[in-house]
């Protein structure tokens, strides 16, 4: 038996390879790591007349899982193939999550609205740390006018789900930097030395409920139209594009 693995330093490395020293500790811990991961892929129950399709689904199952353990690293062909994640991956993975494992997102859920800016918009770009957001990729921002709902129909099927409608009043921050009115306006004094947190006019760092975060990111949104009444398209990757034409 051959035993291969990174730690830290050297002590951390011993203490790790106690716990698969014997064949008998390896082969326990594998048939567990098993179990874990077939747990995972039968979350959601699905039967067809197709049973390759049936077959991929516990694959499906799994990939929200992996994400957030690995971001998109684990996938090079897809998305930016360097662990990032972006707004709607963030909601969108909970979503398929909500349904694999609820008792493990409601920290995750909370935490995400602190992405949301005063204005309506969001930071579109999820930082290495928990908590942590960044205004965009390249440091160029942008606008998307979908963004707002992906909150709202996550957060719909989570307290669907469990009945905890009581997230709905738990309060987070605003997220701060120098752009205003959804990118219309730029505030000239700002710095990072203020900070990412949106602060009242005493200095102190302003929280709101998730639900007044959600109202104002979809009510901004909805009066947000152009001369015919229709939704602003706004800033748009290539498949919106697309879709306009």
């Known amino acids: 038996m051959i035993g ?5 330093s050297k002590d951390e490395a011993l203490k790790m390879f106690q716990r698969y020293r014997s064949m008998e500790q390896l082969q326990k811990t594998w048939k567990d790591n098993q179990d874990f991961w077939s747990a995972k892929a039968q979350a959601i129950a699905l039967k ?10 516990h694959w499906v199952t799994l990939q929200p899982v992996l994400r957030r353990i690995f971001g998109c690293s684990f996938l090079p062909d897809h998305d930016y193939g360097k662990g990032g994640k972006g707004w709607r991956d963030l909601w969108q993975d909970l979503l398929s999550l909500i349904l694999i494992e609820p008792e493990s997102v409601r920290e995750s859920l909370i ?13 579109t770009i999820i930082g290495a740390k928990f908590g942590e957001f960044v205004a965009d990729r390249n440091a160029i921002t942008r606008v998307w006018m ?13 307290v669907n789900q469990t009945g905890d409608y009581k997230i709905l009043l738990e309060d987070n921050t605003y997220f701060r930097d120098s752009q205003l009115s959804r990118t219309f306006k730029k ?3 700002w710095s990072p030395k203020y900070g ?3 602060k009242d006019v005493n200095g102190n760092v302003y929280r709101g409920t998730l639900l007044e975060h959600l109202l104002l990111q979809n009510l901004v949104q909805f ?9 602003r398209l706004e800033s748009a990757d290539w498949n919106d594009g697309l879709e306009m034409a």
């Open 4 to 8: 291969i693995g990174i730690a830290a």
């Open 187 to 189: 505030d000239k004094e």
């Open 111 to 123: 935490n995400n609205f602190a992405g949301v800016r005063i204005d309506g918009s969001n930071a």
């Open 223 to 231: 009066f947000n139209v152009g001369e015919h009444n229709i939704t």
């Open 196 to 198: 990412h947190q949106l």
């Open 146 to 158: 979908d963004h707002g709902a992906w909150p709202l129909m996550t957060i719909l099927l989570y």
């Open 48 to 57: 067809t007349a197709d049973k390759s399709f049936d077959a991929w689904m």
